[in-house]
């Protein structure tokens, strides 16, 4: 049996100057620290191709959330194989925190423009 990676996905934006999105991506982050030896690195974000590979793996409720501007707290399945395969180990986690959505301005490609990130606020 595998372990449960927990963490949040949210669909991230970025704008033009306008106001209008110019591109976004949906984004996997987990909450707890994992190294992925295989990469040699402490990251553990996925990027979703689409709102139909959300809803394959958390549910079209979560889909939903996540496409109504949600920042949506949700646990992933590891199986044995992808540990295994990808020397996956959780090495730490924080004090409590939550997990929000913020905009920075941006420069280059749309000057004015903004793009959104996931920050971490301790409580």
């Known amino acids: 049996m595998g372990e449960k990676m927990k963490g949040v996905i ?23 620290e994992w190294y ?7 990251l553990g974000c ?14 079209l409720d979560v889909a939903n959330k996540v496409v109504d501007g949600g920042v949506v707290y949700v646990e992933r399945e590891l199986s044995d194989q992808e540990i295994a395969e990808k020397d996956l180990r ?11 959505k913020k905009a ?8 004015g423009g903004s793009k959104e990130y996931l920050v971490k606020r301790w409580e």
Not at 37 to 42: A, C, E, Q, S
């Open 10 to 32: 949210a669909e991230l934006k970025t704008r033009s100057s306008e106001g209008k999105i110019v591109d976004s991506e949906i984004i996997f982050e987990p909450i707890c």
């Open 36 to 42: 992925i030896g295989k990469l040699g690195d402490y």
């Open 46 to 59: 996925t990027k979703y191709p689409d709102i139909g590979a959300v809803i394959d793996e958390f549910g």
């Open 90 to 100: 959780q090495v730490s986690c924080s004090v409590p925190f939550n997990i929000e």
């Open 104 to 111: 920075s301005p941006i420069v280059y490609p749309w000057r």
